[in-house]
């Protein structure tokens, strides 16, 4: 549906076609609980007859049983879908709605105000230009107020307007309106908000919303309508060097081969020459094909298909760019990284990075200090909880094309995605790479892998033992290397509780340091299958994340996962430690088992079941597997 224009009637072609030349602007709501977003643009909508006659008369059903005005028209149900959100008259889901003006078409994200759902507005603020934050004239300016405000800063919003809502139930009292606009302006300096136009308004009466109040004569100011239509984002991005990430290879047929996307920065014409990156391999633009015809040039915000003019090698994820001013391209970065997942987040654990179009693995190697949004304070932290946000430094598996959050939204921010479960864990911000990578090259050497293995007559190899404490891994692993021994191979034994006493000395037992445990012994592992041992490996290693991550780094069939099944109860008993008990008896935190999770393997290549085979029959069958493969 669009604006009631009178045009409608009269020429309906005039109408769709400035309808289609209308610009586009994307905004948030945001601020405190009930601080009045979702009746905000329930107001929009209505003002500017975005309404049906049929929905207006559900709305007025809907505010007579459920709404929140006695009776009145309750426009926050035009926003708030879910039933939860009914019921409790909160927004937790973030909703999107769009209205047109005369002048202007808009999306608007009515985004939650409860600390809980901060990441959901992160989701919102991610694709907005403009933002209304939202202050109740009652309350003042609130922690969640400053949480949001740093948010849309953090997120590279620089429109704001300052909504002093429910001004009407405090008499439109100026001076109350001054002070709050004062202390907003104040804070919003120190988080580089500097241009904030503040509007006293009444979203449910509808004052200063789209035409002006006869209650606020001081305010010389536009209306929150006037300030929407004409806002300049200023992003246009035409002038910027050329930037299209390749979201698909479109061959219809033998006679052509395309490279559709969606242009992020500048524009480009036939005849431009281009870098394919990360390869930089160049070619020059033949033609730039859409529907219904090629265009002679496209611009920041189109979606096309390029054709080259030489046969270069482009993948999905590729960045085509500017031949000559391309963009950077690195491994390692410093981000800032809004945790959105219920689990907690550990460094050194491997994750996938999804950027654009291209996806990589990638770790949290650092966190270099996590924000407290309230006070703008830098907090040590070793891990991230929900919604927590922190400056990080990310490594990543290869290097990728980049440009800072800053400078290009689109080439700056990424997701981060668990490998096991596939929930988006997290949103993350790039700031600059890390000039430490660009000193650190991959040297060249003449004996490599398979001439280290044919040496020993072996193939390097890592048999990995996971299981309880106590269900047998280091009775099994020393079998298995005395066996090994005595057929005359090279193997290695790595023992969780040996290398405690070395490498891995400064490491204790919470979740952070059991990740970073066995991130290095995973590493040990690789450079000793690299030198053609079997290493054999004896490690509770409790998480799946890891054990993948320690296979991941494996090449196809030198990661054997051995899974020592014994049951909780068979191992308590064994306990010859005392670990057990002490666990029990809360003087060992973080046990594995008792109050730590053990993530059992789901396809190991070999499952011991300790109940029903010895220890020696354990190591015969490991080492048959070894020389079976």
């Known amino acids: 549906m669009a604006h009631q224009s009178e045009?409608?009637?009269?020429?309906?072609?005039?109408?769709?076609?400035?309808?289609?030349t209308k610009s586009l602007l994307r905004f948030i709501t945001c601020g405190s609980v009930d601080d009045g977003k979702s009746t905000l643009i329930g107001r929009l909508l209505y003002d500017s007859k975005m309404v049906f006659e049929d929905q207006m008369a559900q709305l007025e059903a809907d505010s007579r049983r459920i709404g929140t005005q006695g009776g009145e028209i309750d426009f926050a149900l035009l926003v708030d879908g879910l039933a939860a959100e009914r019921e409790q008259g909160i927004t937790i889901d973030v909703a999107y709605r769009f209205?047109?003006?005369?002048?202007?078409?808009?999306?608007?994200?009515?985004?939650?105000?409860?600390?809980?759902?901060?990441?959901?507005?992160?989701?919102?603020?991610?694709?907005?230009?403009?933002?209304?934050?939202?202050?109740?004239?009652?309350?003042?300016?609130?922690?969640?107020?400053?949480?949001h405000s740093y948010l849309v800063s953090l997120l590279g919003i620089r429109h704001v307007v300052l909504a002093v809502n429910k001004m009407d139930l405090i008499g439109w009292d100026q001076a109350a309106f001054d002070v709050i606009v004062a202390e907003y302006r104040t804070f919003a300096a120190s988080v580089g908000l500097n241009a904030v136009t503040a509007i006293p308004i009444s979203g449910l009466k509808g004052d200063n919303i789209a035409s002006r109040s006869e209650a606020t004569p001081w305010h010389d100011g536009p209306t929150l309508m006037e300030w929407l239509e004409a806002v300049d984002v200023g992003q246009d991005g035409r002038d910027a060097p050329f930037r299209m990430p390749v979201q698909w290879v479109n061959r219809p047929n033998l006679d052509f081969r395309g490279f559709s996307g969606l242009i992020a920065a500048g524009t480009i014409k036939p005849g431009d020459r281009v870098k394919v990156l990360p390869s930089g391999r160049q070619s020059t633009v033949s033609r730039i094909v859409v529907m219904p015809g090629d265009l002679d040039q496209a611009v920041v915000g189109q979606s096309v298909t390029l054709t080259l003019a030489d046969e270069v090698d482009v993948s999905r994820g590729d960045l085509l760019v500017a031949a000559d001013s391309p963009c950077e391209v690195a491994d390692q970065f410093e981000t800032t990284i809004v945790w959105m997942d219920d689990e907690p987040m550990p460094p050194g654990r491997p994750y996938l990075l999804k950027i654009g179009a291209r996806t990589v693995t990638a770790q949290l190697t650092e966190i270099k200090h996590k924000v407290n949004v309230n006070t703008m304070e830098k907090l040590a932290a070793k891990r991230l909880e929900l919604n927590e946000i922190a400056v990080c430094n990310l490594s990543l598996d290869r290097a990728i094309p980049f440009e800072a959050y800053a400078d290009n939204r689109d080439l700056g921010s990424f997701i981060l995605i668990d490998k096991l479960s596939?929930?988006?864990?997290?949103?993350?911000?790039?700031?600059?790479?890390?000039?430490?990578?660009?000193?650190?090259?991959?040297?060249?050497?003449d004996v490599d892998k398979t001439a280290r293995a044919a040496i020993k007559g072996q193939?390097?190899?890592?048999?990995?033992?996971?299981?309880?404490?106590?269900?047998?891994?280091?009775?099994?692993?020393?079998?298995?290397d005395k066996k090994l021994h005595a057929l005359g191979r090279h193997s290695y034994l790595l023992d969780g509780d040996n290398v405690r006493h070395g490498l891995n000395r400064d490491l204790g037992f919470t979740e952070e340091d059991r990740v970073e445990n066995i991130r290095r012994v995973a590493e040990v592992a690789r450079l000793m299958a690299d030198a053609g041992l079997i290493v054999v490996t004896a490690f509770i290693?409790?998480?799946?994340?890891?054990?993948?991550m320690a296979r991941d780094l494996m090449e196809p069939g030198e990661f054997i996962e051995v899974f020592v099944d014994t049951p909780l109860s068979v191992a308590e008993q064994r306990d010859v430690k005392g670990l057990y008990q002490k666990a029990r008896a809360g003087q060992l935190k973080n046990f594995t088992g008792i109050d730590s999770p053990y993530q059992a393997p789901e396809?190991?290549?070999?499952?011991?079941?300790?109940?029903?085979m010895t220890a020696v029959d354990a190591a015969e069958a490991i080492v048959s597997l070894l020389i079976e493969s």
């Open 541 to 548: 290693s409790p998480f799946q994340a890891e054990r993948q």
């Open 7 to 20: 045009l409608i009637a009269a020429d309906i072609e005039a109408y769709l076609q400035a309808h289609q």
């Open 422 to 445: 596939n929930r988006t864990v997290a949103a993350g911000l790039i700031h600059f790479h890390l000039r430490r990578a660009d000193n650190i090259h991959w040297q060249a050497v």
């Open 99 to 147: 209205f047109s003006t005369e002048t202007r078409k808009f999306i608007v994200a009515d985004t939650p105000g409860h600390e809980q759902y901060t990441r959901n507005m992160v989701t919102g603020a991610s694709t907005a230009e403009a933002a209304v934050i939202l202050i109740d004239a009652r309350k003042g300016v609130l922690t969640q107020t400053r949480r």
């Open 603 to 612: 396809h190991p290549e070999l499952r011991i079941d300790t109940t029903a």
């Open 459 to 480: 193939k390097g190899r890592v048999v990995w033992l996971t299981g309880l404490s106590g269900a047998g891994k280091s009775t099994i692993a020393n079998l298995v």
